[in-house]
């Protein structure tokens, strides 16, 4: 089965620091990798999938298969990056997909 | 439309109460999900339709019953819950079964049981 661990429960920096979050994953295939973002009072929404290779609000994501690592990377943090971080990997159980998520880094930015 | 819409926002119901959750999109997504999220924890798994057919039940205890009376619709019916079942439940759903898109979430309906 696949599964996610983001090592960090809480992560602070200061506005305009860089910021990384770490993700690591287990599969014996190739995984379909996710991150989500879950701002106060909003719902969970997402950031960006691996497989597009994309940067969404200046948040980037490579997949490092090498250390099995799907670390989400941002080079100047703002304050309204301050959010709940999920680290998700897609897995086909019973006939259907589901998304395991990992249990989150909190990004506080400060001001 | 592409939100989901759940409904009801808050619910408290006693632990010998019936009541459902709903959960609407208009995406013309082919696969609903129902996940349970605890203060501070990710979102677990309950229950998987693709295609309106239930294809995955991760265990979940019998008083919680999944609906999907058709492909825009799923219900959550619950009956006879326990105070620990307090927590937000999510509706989810994605552009095709594999869900290569991602998913899109529902605002969710947070549940007390007294």
């Known amino acids: 089965a696949q599964r996610v661990t983001q090592p960090e429960k809480l992560l602070s920096v200061f506005k305009g620091a860089p910021v990384e979050l770490k993700c690591n994953y287990s599969y014996s295939g190739s995984p379909e990798l996710f991150w989500y973002v879950q701002y106060s009072r909003q719902r969970l929404q997402l950031l960006l999938r691996h497989i597009s290779r994309e940067s969404i609000k200046g948040f980037t994501a490579d997949l490092n298969k090498g250390e099995t690592s799907f670390h989400l990377k941002k080079p100047s943090a703002l304050v309204s990056d301050s959010a709940l971080y999920f680290c998700?990997?897609?897995?086909?159980?019973?006939?259907?997909?589901?998304?395991?998520f990992g249990t989150g880094t909190r990004l506080t930015v400060i001001p | 439309d592409t939100e989901v819409t759940q409904t009801p926002k808050h619910l408290v119901m006693g632990m010998t109460n019936k009541k459902s959750l709903k959960c609407e999109q208009h995406?013309?997504?082919?696969?609903m999900y129902w996940y349970k999220q605890k203060a501070k924890k990710p979102p677990e798994l309950m229950f998987v339709?693709?295609?309106?057919?239930?294809?995955i039940n991760e265990s979940v205890p019998s008083r919680f019953s999944p609906e999907c009376p058709n492909s825009s619709l799923l219900n959550l019916h619950l009956h006879a819950l326990q105070p620990e079942d307090s927590a937000l439940y999510l509706c989810?759903?994605?552009?095709?079964?594999?869900?290569?898109?991602?998913?899109?979430f529902g605002s969710g309906t947070r549940l007390t049981v007294v």
């Open positions: 339709y693709s295609y309106e057919k239930l294809s």
């Open positions: 995406m013309g997504h082919r696969a």
């Open positions: 989810a759903s994605s552009q095709d079964v594999a869900g290569n898109y991602g998913y899109t």
């Open positions: 998700a990997v897609r897995d086909w159980v019973g006939g259907a997909n589901n998304l395991f």
